[in-house]
Antibody, heavy 120, light 111 residues
Framework: QVQLQESGPGLVKPSETLSLTCTVS??????????CAWIRQPPGKGLEWIGS???????YYNPSLKSRVTISVDASKTQFFLKLSSVTAADTAVYYC????????????WGQGTLVSVSS | QSVLTQPPSVSGAPGQRVTISCTGS?????????VHWYQQLPGTAPKLLIY???NRPSGVPDRFSGSKSGTSASLAITGLQAEDEVDYYC???????????FGGGTKLTVL
């Protein structure tokens, strides 16, 4: 069974870049069946899709975040990354990585999530 | 403002049936994209409950069912149990946004 684990700093200063890593184990999501995806959830609020990366290298970003987001994958395709630039307090959230099933468009496996706070 | 609209809260007594609605538009649910539902316990990641409008992943009780009609979808929960008192989210794809969208979430209270 695929397992996903987020890692990265829990505190980021305003105007800096948030960087997170998602490590995939127990299987591969770097194939035509899946996208790698990032989703976030501000404290006490709902879920927001941030962006997705397909195995071909194509990326898809939430229009509201597109100018600040980059999602990439390493050469081994066992880790994928999120970078969100120019962060503000509004970017404080639990960040989840997930696998997104291609063609049916649902998120089947999720990481446990990591809280990132933006504060000076 | 979420692209998919859910009631903030619903409630029901133990053993009863409740439904949670998810209203979209012609660019998402109404365009034929599937609706998927997630259950989120406090402090944990969402868990897939229903995919492709009506399908239950292995291990999900048949008390949970999904339906879709036009630009809306619903999640029905029968035989309400105390453990069902958590948050539920719908999700689909939006062709105008060219991305995946969620409802704002619904908190279920078991009276």
């Amino acid at each position: 069974q695929v397992q996903l684990q987020e890692s990265g700093p829990g505190l980021v200063k305003p105007s800096e870049t948030l960087s997170l890593t998602c490590t995939v184990s127990g299987g591969s999501i770097s194939n035509s069946d899946y996208y790698c995806a990032w989703i976030r959830q501000p404290p006490g609020k709902g879920l927001e899709w941030i962006g997705s990366l397909y195995y071909s290298g194509n990326t898809y970003y939430n229009p509201s975040l597109k100018s600040r987001v980059t999602i990439s994958v390493d050469a081994s395709k066992t880790q994928f990354f999120l970078k969100l630039s120019s962060v503000t307090a509004a970017d404080t959230a639990v960040y989840y990585c997930a696998s997104l099933v291609h063609g049916i468009d649902y998120f089947d496996y999720w990481g446990q999530g990591t809280l990132v706070s933006v504060s000076s | 403002q979420s692209v998919l609209t859910q009631p903030p809260s619903v409630s029901g007594a133990p053993g009863q049936r409740v439904t949670i609605s998810c209203t979209g538009s012609s660019s998402n649910i109404g365009a034929g994209y599937g609706v998927h539902w997630y259950q989120q316990l406090p402090g944990t990641a969402p868990k897939l409950l229903i995919y492709g409008n009506t399908n239950r992943p292995s291990g999900v009780p048949d008390r949970f069912s999904g339906s879709k009609s036009g630009t809306s979808a619903s999640l029905a929960i029968t035989g309400l149990q105390a453990e069902d008192e958590v948050d539920y989210y719908c999700q689909s794809y939006d062709r105008s946004l060219r991305g995946w969208v969620f409802g704002g979430g619904t908190k279920l209270t078991v009276l």
